[in-house]
Structure formats: structure tokens, C-alpha cells
């Protein structure tokens, strides 16, 4: 599987961007896909999860409320929503795939076999 991360850019706080996840291979719908962060000098922060049937999904505690992972298995793609922004969602943006596990480790980036290249999203206040 090949992801390819984008939509990122520069918005003011307060915008909305829409990030998408764009995969390769037929059997893309039978991986989970999580979301992941990384700001200069800081560690990997997980965002957010979607379940292979979509059925399920997981945000990190910084974005509940304001992101939402939705995925379209017809179009190999899984887009990341985000509201309301701040200046401290500020980071790299990736998306990462693996074969679903019994495991609640959705929020580890280690669980994932396959990741996109990422893309910015740099929101000024």
C-alpha cells in the first residue's frame, strides 16, 4: 500500500482544512488508517483513527470535538476534517495504514505498517 498525504497549507486560527489520504492497491479497505502529527521539536502526536469498515473512529485528546476522519473505500481515500484550527495544530500532517489488530494500539504510530510522505498545515494566529 502507498499513501499520499495533502491538502495542507497556511490558514488563519479559526479556518477549516480538509486533509486526504490517498492510497494504492485494491485492498485498501481492509486497513485501518490513523492520523498523525509532528511539530518542529516535538514528538509524533497521534490525531486521529478510522476503523477499515469505518464503523470506527478515535480522535487524540487535543482535536476531539474539532476533527473528524471520515473514509470513501470506493475511492481509496481517507480525509482528516479540521475545524476551528489553532496555532498549535501546527505540524506535519501524516497519514498511516495497517492491517487491522484485535489491540487497542490505534493511537501508536509503531502499529502501522505504511505512511505517506505528509503535508504542512501551518495555522497563524
Known amino acids: 500500500v502507498q499513501l499520499q498525504a495533502s491538502g495542507g497549507g497556511l490558514v488563519q486560527a479559526g479556518d477549516s482544512l480538509r486533509l486526504s489520504c490517498a492510497a494504492s492497491?485494491?485492498?485498501?479497505?481492509?486497513?485501518?488508517v490513523g492520523w498523525f502529527r509532528q511539530a518542529p521539536g516535538k514528538e509524533r502526536e497521534f490525531v486521529g483513527f478510522i476503523s477499515w469498515s469505518g464503523r470506527a473512529s478515535e480522535y487524540g485528546d487535543s482535536v476531539k470535538g474539532r476533527f473528524a476522519v471520515s473514509r470513501d473505500n470506493a475511492k481509496n481515500t481517507v480525509d482528516l476534517q479540521m475545524n476551528s484550527l489553532k496555532a498549535e495544530d501546527t505540524a506535519v500532517y501524516y497519514c498511516?495504514?495497517?492491517?487491522?489488530?484485535?489491540?487497542?494500539?490505534?493511537?501508536?504510530?509503531?502499529?502501522?505498517?505504511?505512511w505517506g510522505q505528509g503535508t504542512q498545515v501551518t495555522v497563524s494566529s
Open positions: 498511516a495504514a495497517r492491517i487491522p489488530s484485535g489491540a487497542a494500539t490505534f493511537y501508536q504510530g509503531g502499529s502501522y505498517t505504511y
Open positions: 492497491g485494491r485492498t485498501f479497505s481492509t486497513y485501518d
